[in-house]
Nanobody, 115 residues
């Protein structure tokens, strides 16, 4: 069984910053990509950023230059540093981890950006 726990969400003014964390634990073997998705009310879930087991990163166009994903391999933890936040970044942010080609989701953390 794999457990995925996110933390770090909250309320911030436009232009501010937040750092999200996601820790995976349990039956972790062959931990592959780790990534962040987000879902706003009435919208589809979308990929924000992900990072492979080799450290290669990928970002949605809407967050390039503002968000940075990083990973602590020893702690099975992935981070998302979010700078220059905009009201349109408001959403529930969910972490996904790929273990032996199976994806596991966390419960999500709310990020709200006020204008």
């Amino acid at each position: 069984q794999v457990r995925v726990v996110e933390s770090g969400g909250g309320l911030v003014q436009a232009g501010g910053s937040l750092r999200l964390s996601c820790a995976a634990s349990g039956s972790i073997f062959r931990l592959n990509a780790m990534g962040w998705y987000r879902q706003a009310p009435g919208r589809q879930r979308e990929l924000v950023a992900d990072i492979t087991s080799g450290g290669k990163t990928n970002y949605a166009d809407s967050v390039k230059g503002r968000f940075t994903i990083s990973r602590d391999f020893a702690k099975n933890t992935v981070y998302l540093q979010m700078n220059s936040l905009k009201p349109e970044d408001t959403a529930v942010y969910l972490c996904n981890v790929n273990v032996a080609a199976v994806g596991f989701w966390g419960q999500g953390t709310q990020v709200t950006v006020s204008s």
